[in-house]
């Protein structure tokens, strides 16, 4: 049965308890034939990214855990002249440390840069899933087997979930994988990867307030497709879950001032419009 990763970024606090965990298990312990000792210094087989959006005061942060994305269609796999790299039935794709020359072609094939090279061993490492626990090497008396990420994570069965992928199915249905454009097939599912935003400010200049319950619409340029929220009592607005790389216009109404149009705003970064003024209809 094949296994996959289903991560949920929006119960994910990065807490860093995965990330510490990977090194516990493989830092000064080699798993051969699974995987020789990782470095405790220079290599995160599980690593917490940390994703800054925004611009002061419209700031969301995303933690991100990133780790070899044991893909069915895995670019590191044939540029191997040794044949080094292979996957499992159960869908892991494994280094054997014993096979590896050291030539760094895999670091090189691997698109989301999770494949490290060991210069003291001279050999290509990366995240394992743990395959060695899995097959109960290394396992007390009624431990699970599962990796140590997945165990280590404080929201159990919610933010890091490891199981068998017709068990999940209904899971990965709500959930995306990292760069498809890629078209390697990762195993490894993500819910709430990060969509741009579009935030800002409304204010009355001439009362020096904030204005709040105004509309404010996002229309893309491209598809006609809207996106409305509404000024709080801060006169702040979100608009959320908007798409990359799209152009929007956005408009602001009340029922008390001029209509305020904002054009051409791009979905290349997530932006904070700023403050806005509105002014009264006379």
Not at 49 to 70: A, D, F, N
Request: charged share 25%; with cysteine; hydrophobic share 35%.
């Amino acid at each position: 049965m094949v296994k996959v990763w289903v991560i949920n970024l929006d119960r994910c606090n990065g807490c860093y308890n995965c990330q510490l965990a990977c090194k516990d298990e493989h830092v000064e312990n080699d798993w051969t034939p699974y995987a020789k000792s990782q470095p405790d210094t220079g290599q995160f087989w599980m690593k917490i990214v940390e994703m800054e959006r925004g611009s002061i005061p419209k700031v969301k942060v995303t933690y991100l855990p990133l780790l070899c994305q044991h893909c069915d269609n895995a670019p590191c796999i044939p540029v191997c002249p040794t044949k080094a790299i292979y996957k499992r039935a159960d869908g892991l794709v494994l280094t054997d440390p014993a096979k590896c020359i050291g030539c760094r072609a895999c670091l090189d094939a691997c698109p989301y840069g999770v494949i490290y090279f060991n210069d003291s061993l001279k050999i290509a490492q990366k995240c394992t899933g743990c395959a060695h626990l899995l097959d109960g090497v290394g396992l007390g008396e009624g431990q699970p087997r599962k990796p140590r990420c997945v165990d280590s994570c404080p929201h159990e069965g919610q933010a890091m979930i490891f199981g068998e992928y017709e068990e999940l199915k209904d899971l990965i249905a709500k959930a995306e994988v990292l760069h498809p454009e890629y078209g390697t097939k990762p195993r490894v599912y993500y819910i709430g990867l990060p969509k741009p935003f579009i935030a800002g400010e409304v204010y009355d200049p001439e009362e020096d307030e904030v204005v709040e319950g105004a509309t404010v619409t996002a229309v893309d340029l491209s598809s006609g497709r809207t996106y409305s929220a509404t000024t709080d009592e801060f006169g702040d607005f979100w608009l959320k879950n908007l798409e990359w790389n799209k152009v929007y216009q956005v408009s602001i109404e009340h029922p008390k001032y001029l209509t305020k149009i904002i054009g051409a705003v791009s979905t290349t970064k997530d932006i904070n419009l700023g403050s806005i003024p509105l002014y009264k209809k006379t």
